[in-house]
């Protein structure tokens, strides 16, 4: 959907790098979330953001930062990128959790 | 238990066919549930929300069953376009977040 985007689509990183990946909407929704997906295991939870500086810690949280410092951007950091954050991160927005979300394209991230 | 539990397939079945996914969760407070359908390498995008009635939409039907912590879908007379990875969705105790099954794989053949 056109609301939500996620940068960059692609990225590949040496390990200890740190990397940031950028969530942007234009729903003006006030919840939204960063996903991991790894075979295996699914969609995990890493952080979430329920308004403007408030975020919550999700299942997978170790190894990620996140900041919201205005309604239609949510980073998510990873400090010291490592071999076993290599995954595919998915962004999703919701106004209300309870009608479920909308996804971003996700970003595919490789650490070598 | 794990949260979410789902078959993971794959189901392999012909074009016409009905075919019935199931899944459990393991928190009895939750609320709200969903089924997502996710193409390969693409985002996850929701299917339909279930609800405790019981739910359809053209093909598709949701059920939910409270007492046995369980929750299906049934797609009949299945297309070729249907072959995707279906998850199952329950959001958690906060209800601020969803909780997502591992995906069951339907690969509908002609």
């Known amino acids: 959907d056109a609301g939500i985007t996620q940068s960059p689509r692609h990225k590949v990183t040496e390990t200890g790098t740190p990397v940031t990946l950028r969530c942007h909407q234009t729903?003006?929704?006030?919840?939204m979330y960063w996903y991991r997906q790894d075979p295996g295991h699914g969609l995990r939870l890493i952080h979430y953001?329920?308004?403007?500086?408030?975020?919550d810690k999700g299942e997978v949280s170790d190894g990620y930062s996140v900041s919201r410092s205005k309604t239609e951007d949510f980073l998510l950091t990873l400090e010291s990128a490592t071999s076993s954050q290599t995954s595919v991160y998915f962004c999703?927005?919701?106004?209300?959790?309870?009608?479920?979300?909308?996804f971003g394209s996700g970003t595919r991230l490789t650490v070598v | 238990r794990k949260e979410v539990e789902q078959d993971p397939g794959p189901f392999n079945v012909p074009e016409g066919a009905t075919v019935a996914f199931n899944c459990t969760y393991s928190?009895?407070?939750?609320?709200?549930f969903f089924w997502y359908r996710q193409d390969c390498r693409k985002e996850p995008k929701l299917l339909m929300s279930?609800?405790?009635s019981g739910n359809e939409d053209g093909r598709f039907t949701a059920q939910l069953n409270r007492a046995s912590q369980y929750i299906s879908l049934l797609i009949r007379d299945s297309k070729l376009s249907d072959s995707a990875t279906y998850l199952c969705?329950?959001?958690?105790?906060?209800?601020?977040?969803?909780?997502f099954g591992k995906g069951t794989t339907l690969s509908v053949s002609s």
């Open positions: 999703a927005i919701t106004e209300n959790p309870t009608t479920g979300y909308t």
């Open positions: 729903e003006n929704h006030r919840y």
């Open positions: 953001s329920y308004g403007v500086k408030d975020t």
């Open positions: 928190n009895s407070a939750s609320q709200s």
């Open positions: 279930v609800y405790s």
């Open positions: 969705v329950v959001i958690n105790q906060a209800g601020t977040a969803l909780i």
